[in-house]
């Protein structure tokens, strides 16, 4: 199942217990439909659950009973007769003779809630957004410049501001951010779905956050590996040459040291001279090591 799917699954079990948001949802559904006129009224899609919450609400908003004809990998309420048509006109402030629908009736969408419901709608039937999985996106489709403007600024009511784009013969408008997505789908109605974002979001930060502590580690150890391969070798080459007298008296126990444990850390190796010496200590006398190493070859 897609995530858009999944979300629209959840919008679908809001209740429907308030009126006012009940119209709402349904207007925000038909102003997305394929044919929204006073002639004919065609809402169609490919969820099931989708199409259940329609008939629903036009039940519930209008008392106008549909029926799901298939179509395709769609199924479609059609709905051609006058006074079906009127009674939603009628309830939506629309003259029954104008087919200018189009327009948004703000009369009916006063309310914070109802504007929240609207959105839900609208989603319903235009919305896509990505899964917890790919880059942050949600975008609602529309064919109307006129009603991407009149979204625009229900969406600002609520505090979200989203962008604009045309693609093809369609407006969207869109959001990129992950808080605006997640924001936006709490507001309308999935905030289960919002969460699942979010908690992807703080997981994949956080095996950011740990690829970088390893990466950075892993660089730290080859790093002091790289220099503790360099000392071996300076002293060897001295060792070669004059054996342990070749080197001041202050620095054998270093030399010794140094050759007994290859891998040890200078933390490590610090802690084994008798008494334990400073890691900067232990720093300054195998750089004199490699200096000595270095002037007498
Ligand atoms: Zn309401």
């Known amino acids: 199942m897609s995530f858009s799917t999944e979300v629209k699954n959840e919008l ?6 308030r009126a006012c948001c009940t119209r709402a949802e349904a207007y925000g559904a038909l102003l997305h439909a394929s044919v929204f006129s006073h002639k004919e009224i065609r809402l ?5 659950v989708v199409v259940r919450r329609l008939q629903a609400l036009l039940q519930r908003a209008f008392f106008v009973d549909s029926e799901a004809e298939s179509c395709g990998r769609k199924q479609q309420l059609i709905i051609n007769d006058p006074p079906r048509i009127g009674r939603i006109f009628d309830a939506l402030g629309y003259d029954r003779k104008n087919h200018i629908t189009y327009h948004l009736n703000r009369n009916v969408l006063e309310e914070d809630c109802c504007i929240a419901a609207f959105l839900r709608g609208a989603f319903l039937m235009a919305g896509t957004v990505a899964g917890p999985d790919k880059k942050s996106h949600l975008e609602l489709k529309s064919t109307h410049q006129s009603l991407t403007g009149e979204e625009t600024s229900l969406m600002l009511d609520l505090g979200l501001a989203p962008k604009q784009a045309r693609r093809a013969s369609a407006q969207l408008l869109y959001f990129k951010d992950s808080a605006s997505v997640e924001d936006f789908l709490t507001r309308i109605g999935a905030p289960h779905a919002a969460m699942e974002l979010m908690q992807a979001k703080v997981e994949k930060n956080l095996r950011n956050t740990i690829n970088r502590q390893v990466n ?4 730290n150890l080859v790093k002091a590996a790289d220099a503790s391969a360099r000392q071996i070798a300076a002293i060897k080459s001295v060792l070669r040459e004059g054996g342990e007298e070749a080197f001041p008296d202050n620095l054998r126990e270093t030399v010794r040291l140094r050759l007994s444990y290859p891998t040890d850390s200078l933390t490590e190796l610090a802690r084994r001279f008798d008494p334990p010496i400073s890691k900067p200590g232990l720093s300054h006398r195998l750089k004199k090591i490699t200096e000595f190493a270095a002037k007498e070859n």
């Open 44 to 48: 169609s899609a490919e969820n099931a």
């Open 216 to 219: 950075c580690e892993t660089a």
């Open 12 to 17: 679908c079990s809001v209740s429907m217990s």
